[in-house]
């Protein structure tokens, strides 16, 4: 039992491996969670209206993406990326993996926030689509001012929840081969145990993993009660109050484009 323990509880280790950890791994973990989660926003608000466009030129494509993306391990789409782009990344970037790494939890990211998005914006009530319609608002220009803010406010606890997803799929960076600089949590957990013939390095990993992941979930319930309340009021005119706030939203609407026309 004491050596069971050795191997996953060594104190000496245990701390002597949370510098490292810390300092370069933690960072190098966020950075590139933060980074792919972006490229994934970007990307996957494009997919999503490109999906409920209800053009089919727009649509095919964006759920082919979506499907694709979906169905394959994150392992393989890293490995594919970086390294199958490797001679396009290292005349862009030099030796670096970290861009390619990017793109790839990026694309991972993409597909599901753009499920995310759809869903957000399919929950808006189709009247209001059609009230900004009658107000003098384009397809577009609804879904800008409108729809889309809406639909963002829903997904919240969502996106946050995908980024939890994102910053353990980083982990898998290291099949691409990291200088000791660029080092994740996962990868200097793997080699410090490989050195040490001993798991408490990894046992350390995962606990910052934790420390990370735990607050953020807790702060994903605490949003979701927020939205709840927020859209669900208790007045019995809402009504009338999503009609004030839509010609309010179309006010600014068409101000927005007078002022892009001047």
Not at 77 to 89: D, E, N, R, S, Y
Not at 97 to 109: E, K
Not at 201 to 206: E, K, T
Request: overall charge positive; proline content about 5%; glycine content about 8%.
């Amino acid at each position: 039992m004491n050596a069971f323990l050795q191997n996953f509880l060594d104190w000496q280790l245990l701390t002597g491996s949370l510098p490292a950890l810390l300092e370069t791994g933690l960072v190098n973990t966020l950075v590139l969670s933060l980074f792919s989660t972006l490229l994934g926003i970007v990307a996957g608000m494009v997919l999503a209206l490109m999906a409920v466009s209800h053009m089919r030129w727009l649509e095919m494509p964006a759920r082919v993406f979506v499907d694709v993306f979906r169905g394959l391990p994150a392992a393989l789409v890293i490995l594919l990326v970086g390294q199958g782009l490797a001679p396009v990344g290292l005349a862009i970037f030099g030796p670096n993996p970290y861009p390619l790494a990017i793109v790839a939890l990026g694309l991972i990211s993409s597909a599901y926030i753009a499920e995310i998005f759809r869903s957000g914006i399919q929950s808006v009530g189709k009247g209001q689509l059609s009230a900004c319609q009658a107000l003098g608002m384009n397809y577009w220009t609804a879904m800008r001012h409108v729809i889309v803010p809406q639909g963002i406010r829903r997904i919240l606890p969502a996106l946050a929840n995908q980024f939890i997803s994102i910053v353990k799929d980083s982990s898998l960076v290291y099949f691409l081969g990291l200088l000791t600089s660029q080092r994740d949590l996962f990868t200097i957990g793997q080699n410090t145990s490989v050195n040490t013939a001993n798991l408490s390095p990894l046992v350390a990993a995962g606990l910052v993993y934790l420390l990370i992941t735990i607050p953020l979930t807790h702060a994903i319930n605490h949003i979701d009660r927020w939205t709840n309340r927020h859209s669900n009021p208790r007045s019995g005119d809402a009504t009338a109050t999503t009609r004030k706030q839509l010609k309010r939203q179309a006010a600014a609407a068409r101000t927005s484009m007078t002022g892009q026309h001047n």
